[in-house]
């Protein structure tokens, strides 16, 4: 059975159950704090099981695109290695929202398995929850009593809290859950071991297929358990570990979902899979990664140096280096895998298809990058295992590799292991175990239980008509973190403060009693569909009437953004054609931000056009047309343009101010006259075909033409006022480059003079010709000064001081052979000695600088320099 056979069947049953078919929501999360990525297929519904939102319908049937590589469910290191784990992987599922429980999940899984998919009963297993002390809880007694009208008892195994409990985290929704396994190993092998030993215990042939989770208990911030008002189900089956089996293979690699990909790699690096397990492993790490990545772009998220963006550009990096170490693979080669996933996978997610240029763009580029640093990292690695004392590296140096310039240490160990070295793993563990604590301990929130004020069904959003309105606190919270320490989250009956997202910034500003109580609003943000106000204080009476007032000249500064970037969309897909597509924005009150993707950096004219462009249009005063709760299928009819990466429902708000038209839930001025003028600050590249352009509109634009022309006339002033200031500042130029060349050459003749007074300074030390002096030239003349003395001398140490007016230079030159026979490091002694004067720096073995600020260092450090020769 074909894999995308094996999805429509599963979709298809369930809709025969009365479920209601959804798609897979985007793998890079929205709105939801607690998580980077889509992790399992619950994430999307976090809200229905929260109680803060209501679900289309109470029965749904979706496959997911999920993610695990950061925090508790972290798969990474494990893929490629065994057969069954993935970064990226479909997860199948059939949600009840407060309808069907236990009974009738635990049927349909059976009826799909056994009588759809035609799965023998005689190799599946099933666990139940033993119970838990610890939580007073006792085994699952419903869920063993309906398993045992389908299956023989000695298939029912006792599962542990750690396997059969399922928490959706700390706090929150959770309940017993039972696993469906799979024993698909040989009659032989059977027949020596039960299956049953085996059920959780990493069996690559004997795996969990499908969990069914039965949400009906809530864990509080004190680890207690209270049931749910309504109880729930959760399912969630391995597409690709289903397909396996019923493909009836043994690795999930050996299936059709992962084979065209495999077959591709074996042809681009002439590496057979199946001959070497370390090819092997490299090409299912690189086969599982480029899905990964790839969805990931596809959905929004770009590779980065923070947050998820990281996350990304470290499975791509991993995939890169088994490339490289294991397939020989030293140019890019990654991205030409994404035309056969989009040809396996483009049927069931367009958005792969729709965005293969970019995703192709985007990975080449990183490859690209990669492996300048993987080279650079190996020049490195080359120097520490020649400078190695003994057979053990310190884990300092592979530490630094790894943070500082990005080297793996896998990698590394590889490398010392052909040369018959090892490292430090245990400081090595420990220097990262540290910089992970800090970063945990940054990030970590320590949650108190919601506290309840009014009972309230509904939080409604008022804050497109009102930014002043009466409320009422219906919730709230304390949280605390090591960045912002304590703070306060605030739910209210209905509200008129925007929350961040779509990438407007959240709304600020303040709470008032009628005994002028005021608590100051510092942010608003969404988390699983609740409106949350943070402030630093609590109200001091919680049930009295609040009035709610947003800053209003941040919230015109910001609507001003907001607006300005529709029309700079609508711009440069004028402009510069309509492959042009918004990838990420950024909206806040003093500037805006806007990704697109674009294929070259912009002309000065194409930059003028867009800027005319934006303004015809703020002077054309085009008023909104705003059009609430429209479905879906209307507003795209209207030609309303939806932002990819973005999830909508079936009713949804469209801004129209003239031509431009989008789907979007921010906030805009309500004429384009209120935006005043736009201003492009700035125009460059974040990736391969993507381009960023920061703008300023409204009263910024004053500040900054303000500005240009105070400076302009202080340039004028500086100038005496000439006619033409341009001209002025040309002649200038001109009169201060053919001064720069007299000086160079004046510099040049004095390092002439002083080369053979220097040769005869020189003062022989353990065989080396030593010279240690503070000199009167500048940095270039006496650069050139040391190597022309190095050209003419051996086994030269040159240590040059220099005193500026405002900075203190040491540079070291040491012959090439002295580096390679005695392991002298100019770079070693200019990183020493700056810190004599309060500096640093740092180069090459043979030639290095270090740059300070205090003169009075340089005496020491003219005398402490002979140390390194002795």
Known sequence: ????????????????????????????????????????????????????????????????????????????????????????????????????????????AWELLTEVYGIDPAILYVTVFEGSDEDGLKLDQEAYDLWKEIIPEDRILMGNKADNFWEMGSQGPCGPCSEIHVDIRSDEEKAKTSGANLVNMDHPHVVEIWNLVFMQYNRKADKSLEKLPAQHVDTGMGFERLCMVLQDVKSNYDTDVFTPIIREIETITNVEYGNDE???????????????????????????????????????????????????????????????????????????????????????????????????????????????????????????????????????????????????????????????????????????????????????????????????????????????????????????????????????????????????????KKENNLIVHITKTLPKKLDVTFKAVVDAKQRSRTAANHTATHLLHQALREILGTHVEQKGSAVHSKYLRFDFSHFSKLSVEELRDVEDFVNARIEGKLPLIEKRNQPLAEATADGAMALFGEKYGDTVRSIRFGQSIELCGGTHVQNTADIWHFKIKSEGAVAAGIRRIEAITFDATREFYFENNRAYYEIKDVLNNPKDAVKAVTDLKDENSKLKKQIENLLKDKAKNLKGDLKNELEEINGVQFLAKQVDLDQNGIKNLAFELGGELKNLFLFFATAGENKVMLTCYISKELVAERGYDAGKVVRELGKLIHGGGGGQPFFATAGGKNPGGIPKAIERVKEYVK
């Not at 057969?83 to 479909?90: A, P």
């Not at 053990?392 to 490398?415: A, H, N, Q």
Request: negative net charge; glycine residues 8%.
């Open 1 to 108: 059975m074909k894999s995308q056979d094996i999805r429509t069947k599963f979709l298809d049953f369930f809709k025969s159950k009365t479920h209601q078919i959804v798609s897979s929501a985007p793998m890079v999360t929205k709105n939801d704090p607690t998580l980077m990525f889509v992790n399992s297929g619950m994430a999307p519904f976090k809200e229905y099981f929260l109680g803060n939102g209501t679900p289309k319908s109470n029965r749904i049937a979706d496959t997911q695109k999920c993610l695990r590589v950061s925090g508790k469910h972290n798969d990474l290191e494990e893929v490629g290695y065994d057969t069954y784990h993935h970064t990226m992987f479909e997860m199948l599922g059939n949600w009840s929202f407060g309808d069907y429980f236990k009974k009738e999940a635990i049927a349909w």
């Open 278 to 524: 370390k090819a092997d492993v490299a090409i299912r790490v690189i086969a599982d990664h480029v899905r990964a990545v790839s969805f990931s772009i596809a959905d929004g998220q770009l590779p980065s140096n923070t947050g998820a963006g990281y996350v990304i550009r470290r499975i791509l990096r991993r995939a890169v280096r088994y490339g490289f170490t294991f397939l020989n693979k030293k140019e890019p080669f990654i991205y030409r895998l994404v035309d056969v996933l989009d040809k396996k996978m483009g049927k069931a997610f367009p958005e792969l298809k729709e965005q293969k240029q970019l995703i192709q763009n985007v990975i080449k580029e990183e490859e690209q990058s990669f492996l300048r640093t993987l080279d650079q990292g190996l020049v490195l690695l080359d120097r520490v295992i020649k400078n190695v004392n003994g057979k053990v590296v310190s884990g300092k140096k592979v530490f630094e590799l790894k943070d500082t310039y990005g080297f793996p240490e896998d990698l590394t160990e590889l490398i010392l292991k052909e040369n018959n070295l090892t490292y430090n793993h245990d400081e090595f563990n420990k220097l990262l175990g540290d910089r992970k604590e800090d970063g945990r301990k940054a990030t970590a929130i320590q949650a108190d239980d919601w506290v309840v004020v009014l009972e309230d069904d509904d939080e409604e959003f008022v804050g497109y008509d009102t930014l002043e309105v009466d409320v009422k606190l219906t919730k709230y919270r304390k949280i605390e973190t090591q960045k912002e320490g304590v703070q306060y989250q605030l739910i209210f009956n209905l509200t008129p403060f925007y929350p961040e997202g779509g990438g407007q910034v959240g709304d600020k500003g303040y709470l008032q009693t009628q005994d002028n109580d005021i608590v100051y609003i510092i942010d608003t």
